[in-house]
């Protein structure tokens, strides 16, 4: 069978959703296709697998970026998921939605029913969280999102000392939204991750009407008239092609999505004519408009254990492993991003504007590609993060070569717009004031690597510029908007210029919401499945 209803292009965080939602009724044939393997692997199905899965090429397109001007002309590593659920895969765990703003600023940008309270039902629908513990699911067919605050490391208590004291907003149970400092909730189920595959697709899967291809790279979108029809793709070596009768949804994310595009001849045209490609929509917004969390670590010592003490002694990681076995529970079942939440760098802020991650564990990458969370630092110790929820500067995607297996060009552009250094300073001094909070100073086993109320503001900048790097959350390179100049799609996630073809994943968002993309991604790709089933 070579012809269906629907192709989804994309096995991830939001093509799983399409998938089980377009196929759902039984009425509509639906293939799904995806370049990486399947997910049944131990490191991804692990929550503390991530820092296995971070440089592994087997489930991991492992992007780079071009020399960074604006971060010391550094190379910035990027990974994206290349295996079922995408990057809900390889993911740190976190589940957040940002803040309302954040999607009331989408619906102000023109697209008519993106604010937060029309997409709340969404959240809702698919939400299965789950207090205090690994109890059975009450849903296999939602995303199961734990509150597993109980076993987070009870340094956390100094922290929330540290919050009072600052009169900084806590809470001591899990929150997926608001002020403050909190612990964060995690996407597993029973003590194994809940990526969007094993929520969405497992069932799906079954059903006769959904067709699942792995290992199978989709290179080009073939036109006719004006509509697109069809996809090739590659698997084993062979060429194939497969047409839709409907739609072709795009979900291969925001490195992908606008990759395939241009080497489809949509996009910039001036961009196709110089690769040799025929321009079928000369659209110049494919590929631009790329925002991203630029986040640094700052690294303390602690006088106590931490994470470092179980993941870094062969020992406590055997206990540790064994307690993962026998009852899916511990320092293997859980995130490194412990704590955290959206803050005000300072009281005047218009609105939340840091995202703090606070983990009880450090880890420095000795060497390039390697990163494994099984090997932290020798020292007990603890991370201060911080990421700017709204950063200006924009980025772009752009084929290098009309090759389809060469990597896109990624340009990050980070710290281009002034405002951005300017919340460096605002955010890293927050940080500053936390470090002297007299339950932190209890904690430290000597001074830390950064006094950020001690270093002038040319260092605290020299310092990010040297040592910053992605928080993993691109997104808005083929972005939702009322009209073509300024947009790819519209608010209906179809694609200017050709029809029976939308994008639906993070590459639509108008803007960068405030934390982990991962929610509003899947909340995106259920109101992407009514708008398709309604069309």
Same mark, same amino acid.
């Given at each position: 069978? @070579?012809?269906?209803?629907?192709?989804?292009?994309?096995?991830?965080?939001?093509?799983?959703?399409?998938?089980?939602?377009?196929?759902?009724?039984?009425?509509?044939?639906v293939l799904l296709l995806e370049a990486g393997p399947s997910d049944r692997r131990f490191w991804v199905r692990t929550p503390i697998g991530y820092g296995a899965t971070f440089y592994d090429p087997s489930v991991n397109w492992c992007f780079d970026t071009e020399p960074e001007a604006g971060l010391c002309d550094r190379v910035i590593y990027m990974p994206r998921g290349r295996v079922l659920g995408g990057s809900s895969s390889i993911n740190a765990l976190v589940y957040h939605r940002g803040q309302k703003d954040d999607y009331d600023d989408w619906h102000r940008a023109g697209n008519k029913a993106w604010d937060y309270q029309s997409l709340l039902p969404y959240f809702e629908s698919f939400e299965d969280v789950i207090i205090n513990g690994y109890h059975p699911t009450k849903d296999a067919s939602k995303l199961t999102i734990t509150d597993v605050a109980d076993q987070y490391h009870p340094i956390k208590t100094a922290f929330f000392e540290m919050s009072q004291e600052l009169q900084i907003p806590h809470k001591e149970r899990c929150q997926m939204l608001g002020e403050g400092i909190y612990p964060y909730f995690? +996407?597993?189920?029973?003590?194994?991750?809940?990526?969007?595959?094993?929520?969405?697709?497992?069932?799906?899967?079954?059903?006769?009407?959904?067709?699942?291809?792995?290992?199978?790279?989709?290179?080009?979108?073939?036109?006719?008239?004006?509509?697109?029809?069809?996809?090739?793709?590659?698997?084993?070596?062979?060429?194939?092609?497969?047409?839709?009768?409907?739609?072709?949804?795009?979900?291969?994310?925001?490195?992908?999505? $606008?990759?395939?595009?241009?080497?489809?001849?949509? =996009?910039?045209?001036?961009?196709?004519?110089?690769?040799?490609?025929?321009?079928?929509?000369?659209?110049?917004?494919?590929?631009?408009?790329?925002?991203?969390?630029?986040?640094?670590?700052?690294?303390?010592?602690?006088?106590?254990?931490?994470?470092?003490?179980?993941?870094?002694?062969?020992?406590?990681?055997?206990?540790?492993?064994?307690?993962?076995?026998?009852?899916?529970?511990? $320092?293997?079942?859980?995130?490194?991003?412990? /704590?955290?939440?959206?803050?005000?760098?300072? $009281?005047?802020?218009?609105?939340?504007? @840091?995202?703090?991650?606070?983990?009880?564990?450090?880890?420095?990458?000795?060497?390039?590609?390697?990163?494994? /969370? +099984?090997?932290?630092?020798?020292?007990? =110790?603890?991370?201060? !993060?911080?990421?700017?929820?709204?950063?200006? !500067?924009?980025?772009?995607?752009?084929?290098?070569?009309?090759?389809?297996?060469?990597?896109?060009?990624?340009?990050?552009?980070?710290?281009?717009?002034?405002?951005?250094?300017?919340?460096?300073?605002?955010?890293?001094?927050?940080?500053?004031?936390?470090?002297?909070?007299?339950?932190?100073?209890?904690?430290?086993?000597?001074?830390?690597?950064?006094?950020?109320?001690?270093?002038?503001?040319?260092?605290?900048?020299?310092?990010?510029?040297?040592?910053?790097?992605?928080?993993?959350?691109?997104? =808005?390179?083929?972005?939702?908007?009322?009209?073509?100049?300024?947009?790819?799609?519209?608010?209906?996630?179809?694609?200017?210029?050709?029809?029976?073809?939308?994008?639906?994943?993070?590459?639509?968002?108008?803007?960068? @919401?405030?934390?982990?993309?991962?929610?509003? @991604?899947?909340?995106?790709?259920?109101?992407?499945?009514?708008?398709?089933?309604?069309?």
């Amino acid at each position: 069978m @070579t012809t269906f209803d629907y192709i989804i292009v994309g096995a991830g965080s939001a093509g799983c959703v399409l998938a089980d939602k377009l196929s759902e009724n039984g009425r509509h044939s639906v293939l799904l296709l995806e370049a990486g393997p399947s997910d049944r692997r131990f490191w991804v199905r692990t929550p503390i697998g991530y820092g296995a899965t971070f440089y592994d090429p087997s489930v991991n397109w492992c992007f780079d970026t071009e020399p960074e001007a604006g971060l010391c002309d550094r190379v910035i590593y990027m990974p994206r998921g290349r295996v079922l659920g995408g990057s809900s895969s390889i993911n740190a765990l976190v589940y957040h939605r940002g803040q309302k703003d954040d999607y009331d600023d989408w619906h102000r940008a023109g697209n008519k029913a993106w604010d937060y309270q029309s997409l709340l039902p969404y959240f809702e629908s698919f939400e299965d969280v789950i207090i205090n513990g690994y109890h059975p699911t009450k849903d296999a067919s939602k995303l199961t999102i734990t509150d597993v605050a109980d076993q987070y490391h009870p340094i956390k208590t100094a922290f929330f000392e540290m919050s009072q004291e600052l009169q900084i907003p806590h809470k001591e149970r899990c929150q997926m939204l608001g002020e403050g400092i909190y612990p964060y909730f995690i +996407t597993t189920r029973n003590g194994t991750r809940c990526s969007s595959s094993v929520a969405f697709l497992v069932a799906a899967k079954k059903r006769p009407n959904l067709k699942v291809m792995t290992d199978t790279r989709v290179t080009g979108l073939v036109t006719k008239s004006g509509c697109a029809v069809a996809v090739t793709a590659v698997q084993n070596g062979q060429s194939q092609i497969f047409s839709a009768q409907g739609e072709i949804i795009l979900a291969a994310g925001a490195i992908g999505s $606008p990759h395939i595009l241009q080497l489809s001849g949509i =996009g910039p045209g001036a961009l196709s004519q110089f690769y040799g490609i025929d321009v079928t929509c000369d659209q110049p917004n494919v590929g631009k408009h790329m925002q991203d969390h630029l986040g640094i670590n700052y690294f303390h010592k602690a006088n106590r254990p931490t994470l470092n003490n179980v993941l870094g002694s062969w020992p406590h990681l055997m206990l540790a492993g064994l307690n993962y076995i026998m009852r899916r529970k511990g $320092p293997l079942s859980l995130g490194v991003n412990q /704590l955290g939440g959206l803050v005000r760098a300072t $009281p005047d802020a218009p609105r939340l504007d @840091t995202q703090l991650y606070i983990n009880p564990i450090t880890y420095r990458v000795a060497e390039p590609r390697r990163r494994r /969370l +099984t090997k932290p630092d020798k020292e007990a =110790g603890f991370i201060f !993060s911080f990421n700017a929820c709204r950063p200006h !500067s924009t980025g772009s995607v752009s084929i290098k070569s009309p090759d389809p297996m060469d990597a896109p060009t990624i340009s990050g552009n980070y710290l281009d717009d002034h405002r951005d250094l300017e919340d460096v300073i605002r955010m890293a001094r927050f940080i500053g004031r936390m470090q002297h909070s007299r339950p932190v100073q209890q904690v430290l086993a000597s001074e830390p690597d950064c006094d950020l109320l001690a270093m002038s503001d040319d260092a605290i900048i020299d310092d990010f510029k040297l040592r910053s790097g992605t928080v993993f959350h691109p997104c =808005g390179t083929c972005r939702m908007g009322p009209d073509r100049q300024h947009a790819v799609v519209d608010a209906d996630l179809r694609v200017y210029g050709v029809d029976r073809l939308r994008v639906a994943d993070a590459s639509v968002f108008p803007n960068i @919401t405030s934390a982990n993309i991962n929610a509003p @991604t899947i909340m995106l790709a259920h109101k992407a499945a009514d708008l398709i089933l309604q069309s």
